[in-house]
């Protein structure tokens, strides 16, 4: 076997957390829905008693952008994405560019579908525009880059 097989790049990631505001859907020129947000989550103890607090940052663009308008704050939710590095103000940063969301609460009978643990993925929604990340300025300068 392939040394190149052995290392080859893999970059999916998979995290569980509680959404730290709502969520902002904007939307560029062409119409493709961009979102920003963050999710939060517990480091198991290092040091002391107490676990850590993780703070993760989160972009989405096209119909995944368009169901995190669901999101409230404090919800419980799983993210699949991949790893996105740059740098912003001199400083290394890291954003998770999610693929598929998934609510991990039951919905009340007022929902709009009343099913539990809905889910957006990337590209299944009626209306999916074409463009991806790099048509979406918020997705595709950097993590949590913002026009000085």
């Known amino acids: 076997m392939s040394p190149k097989l ?5 970059n999916r990631v998979v995290l569980a957390g509680y959404c730290t505001h709502d969520p902002e859907v904007k939307y560029t ?8 947000f963050q999710i ?40 699949e994405g991949h790893l996105r590095g740059g740098m912003y103000r001199g400083r290394p940063r890291v954003k998770l ?14 929902d ?15 209306g999916a525009k074409d463009g991806g990340p790099a048509s979406c300025p918020e997705a595709s300068d950097g993590p949590g880059a913002r026009p000085d």
């Open 40 to 79: 939060a989550g517990r480091e198991p103890p290092v040091r002391g008693p107490r676990p850590q607090s993780v703070f993760i940052q989160v972009g989405c663009v096209g119909p995944t952008a368009e169901f995190t308008a669901r999101l409230r704050k404090g919800l419980p939710i799983v993210v």
């Open 97 to 110: 560019m999610a693929h598929s969301i998934w609510r991990l609460t039951e919905d009340t009978p007022d």
């Open 112 to 126: 709009d579908n009343g099913r539990s643990n809905q889910s957006a993925e990337e590209g299944s929604g009626d």
């Open 6 to 10: 052995l290392f080859a790049p893999i």
């Open 29 to 36: 020129d062409a119409g493709l829905a961009c979102c920003d």
